[in-house]
T-cell receptor, first 112, second 117 residues
């Protein structure tokens, strides 16, 4: 089946630190990959996406590269800010399945 | 920017009671989704509509849950009777492109947090 596994949280970093949140996937087809972010008290927002191997999605200083050979889509940011504190969800969608499958989420806290 | 509207924001109900949630998607969005998010977990799809038709309700507990989108616009999700294990965040989402375009990003509402006592 289709599934997403994210690194265990919570993750706590200091401001300006480098961030990596690991995400690996299993898919029966050729998936599109997404990162969604959920700020406190809000719904999920699309952060970035990639639709084919070696594509790099980027937004707001965050990046993730679709690695087919390692079935991974790790989220990175060079210098985090307090405002990046949120829960981050990796997700995939496979043509024919027509739905997003989410990982369990990783809570990120950035301390000033 | 247009948003997906959900109400109520919070709902507390006793077990065995009926509860209903409402969602108004972004105007023009043909596809509407209801997800359930248990605390500490990722959202799980309950039901997906294309216009007024259900295209996936395989994970919907049909003995107690029902969903409708009568005119292909807003939607209602109902639970009757509610159980303690139904306590969760219920998220509605919509997308512009139809279900045949699986790359279409979802736009989520802020959710309804249900507590069953």
């Amino acid at each position: 089946g289709n599934s997403v596994t994210q690194m265990e949280g919570p993750v706590t970093l200091s401001e300006e630190a480098f961030l990596t949140i690991n995400c690996t996937y299993t898919a029966t087809g050729y998936p599109s990959l997404f990162w969604y972010v959920q700020y406190p008290g809000e719904g999920l927002q699309l952060l970035l996406k990639a639709t084919k191997a070696d594509d790099k999605g980027s937004n707001k200083g965050f990046e993730a590269t679709y690695r087919k050979e390692t079935t991974s889509f790790h989220l990175e940011k060079g210098s985090v800010q307090v405002s990046d504190s949120a829960v981050y969800f990796c997700a995939l969608s496979v043509q024919g399945a027509q739905k997003l499958v989410f990982g369990q989420g990783t809570r990120l806290t950035i301390n000033p | 920017e247009a948003e997906v509207a959900q109400s109520p924001r919070y709902k507390i109900t006793e077990k065995s009671q009926a509860v209903a949630f409402w969602c108004d998607p972004i105007s023009g969005h043909a596809t509407l989704y209801w997800y359930r998010q248990i605390l500490g977990q990722g959202p799980e799809l309950l039901v997906q509509f294309q216009d007024e038709s259900v295209v996936d309700d395989s994970q919907l507990p049909k003995d107690r849950f029902s969903a409708e989108r009568l005119k292909g616009v807003d939607s209602t999700l109902k639970i009757q009777p509610a159980e303690l294990g139904d306590s969760a965040m219920y998220l509605c989402a919509s997308s512009l492109e139809g279900w045949s375009s699986y790359n279409s990003p979802l736009h989520f509402g802020n959710g309804t947090r249900l507590t069953v006592t």
